[in-house]
C-alpha cells in the first residue's frame, strides 16, 4: 500500500473555501462532532488523514463582530489580545487531541484563509500540542499587517518545527497578505493573480488618461486599484484547480 502523500494545494485551498459554508472538498466528509461555525474539520474516506480548517472573516457570520476585532488586533499588531485568536486556539487543540484519540495514526493538515490563515499559525505558534501533533500548515493569504510579529522568538526550539511544517501560499497584489514573510513562520509561495479583469479594473484602466491629469485623480486611481487589485487577487479562487 502506497504511502499517503495527503492533501495537495488545490484541495486544502477547496477546505479553507468550504470553511465558509457547508460544502465539503472531494473525496471527503465533514466530522461534524469536530467542526465549530469557526473551524471546519474534514476526514478523507479512504487515505487516513484529516484537514481542518479555520474560516476566514464572513460578514454572514454570527461571529462576525469577533471576527473584526480579529482583523483589527491582526493590523494593530495585538493579536495576543485576541479573544478570538484565543479560541481558536483552544478548540484547535481540543480537535486535533480528538483526532489522536480516535485515529493516532492519521495525519492532520491544519488550514485556513486570510483571518483563518492567521489564527491557524497564531494555534501552532502558541500550543505545543498542536504544534508537535500537526502534520502540515498552510495558509492562503494570511490576514498581516507590518505592526504584526512571528511571536516566537527565531532561538526557540519551536521555530523550526513551525518552519519545517508550514507554506503559505500568497498571490501578488493581495494587499491584506502583503506582510506575511515578516508575520508567519515558514516557506513562503507567491503566485500570479488567475482571474479575469474584473469590471471595476476594466472601468479603472479606461479612466486611468483622465484621472491620472492631477495629484488627487491620481491618489484615487491608486487607492481604487490597490482595492481593486486586492478583492480579486485575495479570493480562493486563485488556488484551486477548475
Not at 74 to 94: A, D, F, M, P, V
Not at 211 to 216: E, G, V, Y
Amino acid at each position: 500500500m502506497e504511502e499517503d502523500q495527503g492533501p495537495d494545494v488545490s484541495t486544502l485551498a477547496q477546505a479553507s473555501e468550504s470553511a465558509y459554508s457547508d460544502t465539503v472538498p472531494r473525496d471527503y466528509f465533514k466530522v461534524s462532532e469536530l467542526s465549530t461555525p469557526d473551524i471546519s474539520t474534514y476526514k478523507h474516506q479512504v487515505n487516513p488523514h484529516y484537514i481542518v480548517a479555520h474560516r476566514g472573516t464572513d460578514l454572514s457570520s454570527d461571529t462576525k463582530h469577533k471576527q473584526i476585532k480579529a482583523d483589527m488586533n491582526i493590523l494593530l499588531g495585538n493579536t495576543n489580545q485576541s479573544k478570538l485568536h484565543k479560541e481558536r486556539t483552544k478548540k484547535t487543540e481540543e480537535i486535533v487531541r480528538a483526532i489522536k484519540e480516535k485515529d493516532p495514526e492519521h495525519k492532520i493538515h491544519l488550514t485556513g484563509h486570510s483571518l483563518g490563515g492567521h489564527t491557524a499559525h497564531h494555534a501552532m505558534v502558541k500550543n505545543p500540542y498542536v504544534r508537535e501533533n500537526v502534520t502540515s500548515l498552510n495558509t492562503f493569504n494570511a490576514g498581516s499587517s507590518p505592526l504584526q510579529s512571528k511571536g516566537i522568538a527565531k532561538s526557540n526550539k519551536a521555530y523550526s518545527t513551525i518552519a519545517r511544517k508550514s507554506t503559505h501560499h500568497r498571490i501578488a497584489g493581495d494587499e491584506i497578505s502583503a506582510s506575511v514573510k515578516s508575520n508567519l513562520i515558514g516557506s513562503h509561495k507567491t503566485y500570479k493573480n488567475k482571474q479575469k479583469p474584473s469590471l471595476g479594473k476594466v472601468i479603472l484602466n479606461l479612466a486611468e488618461p483622465l484621472l491620472t491629469k492631477s495629484p488627487l485623480g491620481k491618489l484615487v486611481h491608486f487607492g481604487a486599484t490597490k482595492l481593486v487589485d486586492t478583492l480579486s487577487s485575495h479570493s480562493l479562487k486563485n488556488f484551486i484547480k477548475k
